[in-house]
């Protein structure tokens, strides 16, 4: 149960950089590219969360929230690919 713990406090320091990115990245490109990584760390923690609790429920969230992820991060590729041009 420690190592798990150590990987939820890893994963939300890893969210800092990533809201920093949000702020101040000076392109949309940047600012999608943090938005998607933000998105997957929350879904770690979740699927980490899952295991710590004991609660196999959670990872249906993950699994869908992966797919939806993906969606987005398509659809933010070619809404700054548009803009790009």
Known sequence: MFLLDVVL???ALSALP???RLTVGPTDADR???LDLG???VLAAMA???ARLD???LLD???TGTLVA???TVALARLVHRRSR
């Open 39 to 41: 998105f997957f760390v």
């Open 55 to 57: 609660f196999p429920p």
């Open 48 to 50: 980490v969360l899952a």
């Open 70 to 72: 993906f969606l987005a």
């Open 61 to 63: 969230l993950v699994l």
């Open 18 to 20: 990533v809201v920093w």
């Open 9 to 11: 406090v890893v994963l």
């Open 32 to 34: 999608a590219a943090a």
